[in-house]
């Protein structure tokens, strides 16, 4: 990949101008002149409201020039569609760097220019872009072009062929999600959003693995003291500190019933429980299963 493409992003003095201020400052500008588009209430939630003006402001679907990239390390396959699906020339590859941003501009320009689209008409996207790609999509959007996202998950749906994966098969999928105006035409451009993001995405990890863990301790708890986890009938909260302390060690029925009732109390009242003295579970009289 060109080198002097990468220093964009640490250098930004060396490439005219700061790229990813330039990108929101243009972001900010297409929000403000769609604005009158994107308070307009929709059924469709998950629709690009921008790329619905687009379309809109066009008036004809032949009149606006779909560009959907599909992202890579070395090289991005590029195709072009009009608002209709029809494909004008078919997929080929842009070198993932600074001249490849100008060879892609120029094609979409003579493509424009031949069928009689106007250049505000033309939009690109591809799917969520990964950081060996987001010098490319800031780039395009620093020179005034829209630059959408649209979510991987569902332009795999979008597919024709879900069993087989090749390149062109992901494009049209891309393509297909962008004519039908799935896609976020405002993504994340500061660090704290995507932080933020990585931040959402992790904690949904580590729910679903608590959720895992606790329906494996359910499993345990009720074959060696029944309803222990159940807060009616043993009168601790599941998985409060008093919980967790009486199934650290030595966790069944009988074995805590043989435990000096005095200690057992002091133990518990130090972790919370009220009124330790008076805890009698209904289930202290179940016996484990085998």
Request: proline fraction near 4%; aromatic fraction near 8%; charge should be positive.
């Amino acid at each position: 990949m060109n080198d002097s493409f990468h220093c964009v992003k640490d250098h930004p003095e060396r490439s005219g101008g700061n790229v990813f201020y330039q990108s929101v400052s243009l972001q900010l500008k297409h929000i403000h002149e769609r604005s009158f588009t994107i308070k307009k209430p929709s059924i469709y939630a998950d629709r690009s409201q921008e790329l619905l003006a687009l379309f809109e402001q066009a008036g004809n679907n032949s009149k606006v020039m779909c560009v959907p990239i599909d992202y890579a390390k070395k090289d991005h396959l590029v195709m072009f569609c009009n608002g209709y699906g029809e494909v004008p020339r078919k997929p080929f590859s842009v070198k993932n760097s600074s001249d490849g941003v100008k060879f892609l501009i120029d094609q979409v320009a003579r493509s424009c220019q031949q069928r009689h689209i106007a250049s505000r008409h033309a939009f690109f996207g591809g799917e969520d872009v990964n950081s060996y790609a987001e010098n490319f999509a800031n780039t395009l959007r620093a020179k005034g072009w829209l630059v959408a996202n649209v979510n991987a998950h569902d332009a795999k749906k979008q597919r024709e062929n879900l069993q087989a994966s090749t390149d062109r098969i992901d494009l049209m999928g891309i393509a297909t999600m962008l004519l039908n105006r799935r896609a976020n035409c405002c993504p994340a451009q500061s660090s704290v959003y995507r932080n933020l993001r990585t931040l959402v995405r992790h904690r949904k990890k580590l729910v679903k693995i608590k959720t895992e863990v606790r329906n494996r301790i359910h499993t345990i708890v009720d074959r060696l003291f029944p309803g222990f986890l159940n807060d009616k009938k043993s009168g601790i909260v599941p998985f409060s500190s008093s919980s967790l302390y009486l199934m650290q060690e030595r966790f069944s029925a009988p074995q805590i019933r043989r435990r000096q009732r005095v200690v057992l109390i002091r133990n518990l009242e130090k972790r919370g429980l009220k009124k330790p003295n008076r805890w009698r579970p209904s289930c202290s009289n179940a016996q484990p299963r085998h």
